[in-house]
T-cell receptor, first 112, second 108 residues
Framework: IAGITQAPTSQILAAGRRMTLRCTQD?????MYWYRQDLGLGLRLIHY???????GKGEVPDGYSVSRANTDDFPLTLASAVPSQTSVYFC???????????FGQGTRLTVV | GIQVEQSPPDLILQEGANSTLRCNFS?????LQWFHQNPWGQLINLFY???GTKQNGRLSATTVATERYSLLYISSSQTTDSGVYFC??????????FGKGTKLTVNP
């Protein structure tokens, strides 16, 4: 099925541990994004990539890193998780230049 | 950056009623999308509508780009329409920015 796949779907993580959230798309979109969703705050952009080999910071990048080694994959890494990173994380992709964005099913992360 | 405001924040309807959700944005846009987040948390694309009007079944949307707003119409609402509706806008080289959503509850 074409689209965006995120893994894992949910995770409970001890504070201080390292975690990588995976995101893969098969639509050959140039741009990919990571958002976090918190109650009352909507979705906020963490990091983005306009094309393979480039990344940029969004609204809330601190504590997160990304890489874009190829077109299809855009992993999000928490180097040392903290409880404030408890959230639902969404990956998205689109063509660049204002095209329609499509979202994965989300990863629910709880840091304890 | 671009600002996106949605209203109302909460809406409660009886099944069969019609409703209008509003999205205001602060700058010109080249992307305006409406999403429905269902009770399982999935974000479902409803409309990609940077300008003009589109219809899909009981749902329709209109974006008046010159006046910087978009409207989502839900007619003959059903309980399955419940959830949170998000508007997201993107202008120029900026990234897609979300409003805080409208939580819709449709009672039987």
């Amino acid at each position: 099925i074409a689209g965006i796949t995120q893994a894992p779907t949910s995770q409970i993580l001890a504070a201080g541990r390292r975690m990588t959230l995976r995101c893969t798309q098969d639509m050959r979109h140039n741009a990919m994004y990571w958002y976090r969703q918190d109650l009352g705050l909507g979705l906020r952009l963490i990091h983005y990539s306009n094309t393979a080999g480039t990344t940029g910071k969004g609204e809330v990048p601190d504590g997160y890193s990304v890489s874009r080694a190829n077109t299809d994959d855009f992993p999000l890494t928490l180097a040392s998780a903290v409880p404030s990173q408890t959230s639902v994380y969404f990956c998205a992709s689109s063509e660049i230049g204002g095209a329609e964005a499509f979202f994965g099913q989300g990863t629910r992360l709880t840091v304890v | 950056g671009i600002q996106v405001e949605q209203s109302p924040p909460d809406l409660i309807l009886q099944e069969g009623a019609n409703s209008t959700l509003r999205c205001n944005f602060s700058d010109s846009v080249n992307n305006l999308q409406w999403f429905h987040q269902n009770p399982w948390g999935q974000l479902i694309n409803l409309f990609y509508i940077p300008s003009g009007t589109k219809q899909n079944g009981r749902l329709s949307a209109t974006t008046v780009a010159t006046e910087r707003y978009s409207l989502l119409y839900i007619s003959s609402s059903q309980t399955t329409d419940s959830g949170v509706y998000f508007c997201a806008a993107q202008g120029g080289s900026e990234k897609l920015v979300f409003g805080k959503g409208t939580k819709l509850t449709v009672n039987p």
